[in-house]
C-alpha cells in the first residue's frame, strides 16, 4: 500500500521498529505530555533551585525543555507568562509540582551563605554556638529620617557636636559614614552609633543589600511643617524592618511650631507618643539652636533598653557591613565599616563585598588612628583591593587566600546575576513589554535637572501627557543636582527610569547603574525627554504578541528528493501541523534551526493544508535539508496577548 509519508512510505523492518518502541518507551517514561507538549518529567522529589527573579526559560535550561513547552504547561494551569518574564515563587512552585519538580528559590543571600559555607564558614552556627556569657552590651546603631529639610544633617550636626569636647581634635569630626558618641546615662557612659547619611534612601539601599545596620531611627519632623509623604516614606520603611521608632519634633524654635498637631498627625500612622497611651517617645528639639539634643539621646537609650536586646560577642574575629566607601588618590580604596560583632584589628584579613585585603590602618570620626574595633563601631579601613558598595558585607578570614577566592567567586556570580538583570529592568525602550506582560502599569521616573524651575516645568508637562487609562505616570522623585547613587537606589527598588536634565551623573553613578540595570536618559531639551517618554507610554498601545504552540511531529524516515529537497515522513505527536506554519528542528532536545516554516505538507500524494495527532504526514522545510530520523519538528504561531 502507499505509505502516508507523500512518497512511497517507510519500509519498517521488525527490528527497527522494535528499537523505535524501545525509544519511545524510555521518552515516555522520561518526560511526559501536557497539553499536547512533551515536558522532561521529575521523578516527584528532584530539587530544582532556582535564582530569584528567574523565569520560565531559565527553568526549562534546567530541566531540557523548550520553554516554549513550559509557556504551554503553564497557561494549562491558568498562569499566562511569556518565557523571559520572571516569576515568582508561588508559580515556579505550581509548574514545578505539574512536572515533579521541587523548586526552591534561592534568593542573593542564600547563594552567597552557600558560597561562604563552601569556605567552611557557616555564620548562623556561629551565631547559634555563642554562649550567653560570650555576649557584651553593644551601643545601638541609629539612622535619622524624615521629610526633606526637616533638619535631619543639622540634627546629625548637633548630635555630633553635643559630644565633642572644645578642643578635642580640634573639635572638628569627619565625615566617614557613621559617627560614635558617648553619653552620660545614670552615672554610667554609653554610646551611641549614628549613621551619617540622613534619609531612608540609603537605609534602604542597605536593606536591598540584605544587610540589617539600624536598630533604632530616629525620625524628625517639622514643627512647622507636619507630617509630609517622606516622613510617611520613613515611617514605612522603618516598620519594615522592625526598627523602634523615637520621633524628634524639630524647629521648636520657629514661629507657628505646633508639635501637638504633629503629635495628632502622627497617631495615624500608629505612632502613639506616651502620654497619649502609646510607646513612642517623643522630643521637642532645635536643631539649629541645640537645643533638647541630650533629651534626645536620652530617649532613643532608653527607647532601645525597652525595646531592644542588643548585645554582641567581641571576642572572635570580626564581621559587619560597609556603610560607604569611596576611592580615594592617595590612598587607594577606603571603607567605613561598621563592626557588628567580634572585634577588629589591624593587619587582620577581610573580604568585604567583592573587595579583599589585609587591614593597613583603621581611623576613626575624629581622623584618629585607632588598632582595634569592637562591636558598633565604625571605622575607616585602608588596604582592599577595590571599593565595596554601601550595604556589602565584611568578615576576617584566617587566611589571606580565603578573602580573596571569596571575593573571586562573588564577582563572578554578580557578573552572572547582572547579566540575567539587564533584560529585566524597566527602561523606556522596553516599557511597553513589560507593561504587556502585566508586570507593571505605572511608568516611575526620577527627574534631575540644574535648576528647579526646570524640574518643575519638566514635571508639568509630563504630568499633562495624556496617557490613557491603563498606565499611568509617576513621578517619584525629583531634585536638583547630579545623579547620585542614592537616585539610582531608589529606581532600582522602585524599578524606575532616571531622567536628568543638563545633569550629569556623579562619579561612580554610571558603573552603578549599569551594574543594577537602571535606565538614565539625559536631555537639554525639554520637549525632546516629553517626546520620548510619550512613545514610551504610547509604545505599548502596539499589539503584543507571543508564541503559542501549535503542533509537533517526529520524524521518522527521511526521503530524498532532488526536486523538493528533503522530505520528513513524520507522525504528528501533539496538536496540528499546518502548512505555512513557523517551524523549528529539534535533535536531542537541541534546537538546530528555529527559523523554518511548513513549506510544504502531504497526506499521502495529496496536499494537505493541516494534519491532527496520531497521523502520518509528509513534511518539506523549503531548502533546509539537514533532517534526521527522530528529529522533532515543533511549529507555533504568534498571538496578539490579550490586554487585561
Ligand atoms: P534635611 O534635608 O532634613 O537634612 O534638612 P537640613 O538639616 O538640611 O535642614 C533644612 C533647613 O532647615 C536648613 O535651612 C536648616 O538650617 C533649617 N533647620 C534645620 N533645623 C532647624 C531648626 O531647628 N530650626 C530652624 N529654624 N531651622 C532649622
Known amino acids: 500500500t502507499a505509505g502516508a509519508f507523500g512518497r512511497g512510505g517507510p519500509s519498517r523492518s521488525k527490528n527497527r521498529k522494535s528499537k523505535r518502541a524501545k525509544r519511545q518507551e524510555m521518552e515516555q517514561r522520561r518526560t511526559r505530555e501536557i497539553g499536547g507538549v512533551r515536558v522532561p518529567k521529575g521523578d516527584g522529589t528532584t530539587v530544582l533551585r532556582l535564582r530569584r527573579g528567574s523565569s520560565l526559560a531559565d527553568f526549562a535550561e534546567k530541566i531540557n525543555a523548550e520553554p516554549a513547552a513550559l509557556v504551554t504547561v503553564l497557561m494549562k494551569l491558568g498562569e499566562m507568562a511569556t518565557a523571559n518574564q520572571s516569576l515568582d515563587e508561588e508559580t515556579f512552585k505550581l509548574l514545578g509540582e505539574e512536572l515533579g519538580y521541587v523548586v526552591e528559590i534561592v ?61 578635642e581634635a580640634g573639635g572638628i569630626t569627619q565625615h566617614i559614614g557613621a559617627y560614635q ?9 554609653r554610646g551611641l ?37 517622606q516622613t510617611v516614606e520613613a515611617i514605612n520603611h522603618a516598620k519594615a524592618a522592625g526598627v523602634p521608632i523615637v520621633v524628634a519634633v524639630n524647629k521648636m ?35 539649629i539652636q541645640r537645643l533638647n539634643i541630650d533629651e534626645l539621646l536620652e530617649a532613643v537609650l532608653l527607647t532601645a533598653d525597652a525595646s531592644l536586646e542588643l548585645t554582641a560577642n567581641p571576642d572572635h574575629e570580626a564581621r559587619g557591613v560597609a556603610i ?37 590602618a583603621m581611623f576613626d570620626e575624629n581622623g584618629q588612628e585607632v588598632t582595634e574595633a569592637e562591636p558598633s563601631r565604625p571605622v575607616q579601613v585602608l588596604g582592599l583591593s577595590a571599593v565595596p558598595r554601601a550595604g556589602d ?34 527602561s523606556l525602550e522596553n516599557f511597553d513589554q513589560v507593561v504587556a506582560e502585566g508586570k507593571i502599569d505605572t511608568l516611575n521616573l526620577i527627574l534631575k535637572g540644574d535648576v528647579s524651575g526646570a524640574v518643575e516645568a519638566l514635571e508639568d508637562a509630563l504630568l499633562k501627557i495624556d496617557v490613557g487609562e491603563d498606565v499611568q505616570l509617576r513621578v517619584i522623585h525629583r531634585g536638583v543636582g547630579a545623579i547620585t547613587q542614592n537616585d539610582v ?29 537602571v535606565d538614565m536618559r539625559f536631555y537639554s531639551v525639554i520637549y525632546a525627554a516629553i517626546d520620548d517618554i510619550e512613545n514610551a507610554m504610547k509604545g505599548m498601545l502596539k499589539p503584543e504578541y507571543e508564541e503559542v504552540e501549535l503542533g509537533s511531529a517526529e520524524v521518522r524516515e527521511v526521503f530524498r528528493s532532488s526536486k523538493f529537497g528533503n522530505i520528513a515522513g513524520s507522525i504528528v505527536r501533539s496538536g496540528v501541523i499546518r502548512r505555512n506554519a513557523k517551524a523549528r528542528l529539534v535533535r536531542d532536545g537541541a534546537v538546530v534551526s528555529d527559523d523554518l516554516a511548513i513549506e510544504s505538507l502531504k497526506r499521502y500524494k495529496d496536499d494537505a493544508t493541516e494534519v491532527r ?32
Open 193 to 229: 552609633t549614628f549613621i551619617d547619611t540622613p534619609g531612608h534612601e540609603a537605609f534602604t539601599a542597605m536593606r536591598a543589600r540584605g544587610a540589617k545596620v539600624t536598630d533604632i531611627a530616629v525620625l524628625v519632623v517639622a514643627a512647622d511643617d507636619g507630617v509630609m509623604p
Open 324 to 360: 560607604e566607601a569611596n576611592l580615594d588618590k592617595g590612598r587607594g580604596p577606603v571603607a567605613t565599616v561598621l563592626v557588628q560583632t567580634g572585634t577588629l584589628r589591624i593587619g587582620d584579613t577581610i573580604v568585604a563585598g567583592n573587595a579583599h585585603g589585609r587591614v593597613r
Open 107 to 167: 534568593s542573593p543571600e542564600d547563594e552567597d551563605r552557600e558560597l561562604l559555607e563552601s569556605f567552611d564558614i557557616n555564620l548562623s552556627a556561629e551565631a547559634e554556638d555563642e554562649d550567653d556569657e560570650d555576649l557584651e552590651a553593644r551601643p545601638a546603631v541609629v539612622t535619622v529620617m524624615g521629610h526633606v529639610d526637616h533638619g535631619k544633617t543639622r540634627l546629625l550636626d548637633a548630635v555630633r557636636h553635643a559630644n565633642v569636647t572644645e578642643g
Open 393 to 426: 558585607s565584611f568578615l576576617v578570614t584566617q587566611e589571606d587566600r580565603t578573602a580573596r577566592q571569596i571575593a573571586e567567586k562573588r564577582e563572578a556570580v554578580e557578573r552572572n546575576a547582572m547579566l540575567a538583570k539587564r533584560r529585566k529592568r524597566v
Open 613 to 644: 495527532q496520531d497521523f502520518e504526514c509528509g513534511i518539506g522545510l523549503g531548502s533546509f535539508n539537514d533532517i534526521q530520523e527522530g528529529d522533532r519538528i515543533e511549529t507555533w504561531e504568534m498571538r496578539e496577548i490579550p490586554r487585561v
Open 489 to 517: 537606589n531608589l529606581a532600582t527598588v522602585d524599578d524606575a527610569v532616571i531622567i536628568g536634565f543638563n545633569v550629569r551623573p556623579a562619579e561612580r553613578v554610571n558603573d552603578l547603574a549599569e551594574r543594577e540595570g
Open 181 to 189: 558618641v558617648q553619653i552620660d546615662h545614670e552615672g554610667e557612659q
Open 253 to 287: 524654635d520657629k514661629e507657628g511650631a505646633s508639635p501637638e498637631k504633629v503629635r495628632g498627625q502622627l497617631t495615624e500612622y500608629d505612632i502613639v507618643p506616651e502620654a497619649y497611651g502609646g510607646d513612642t517617645m517623643f522630643v521637642d528639639i532645635s536643631a
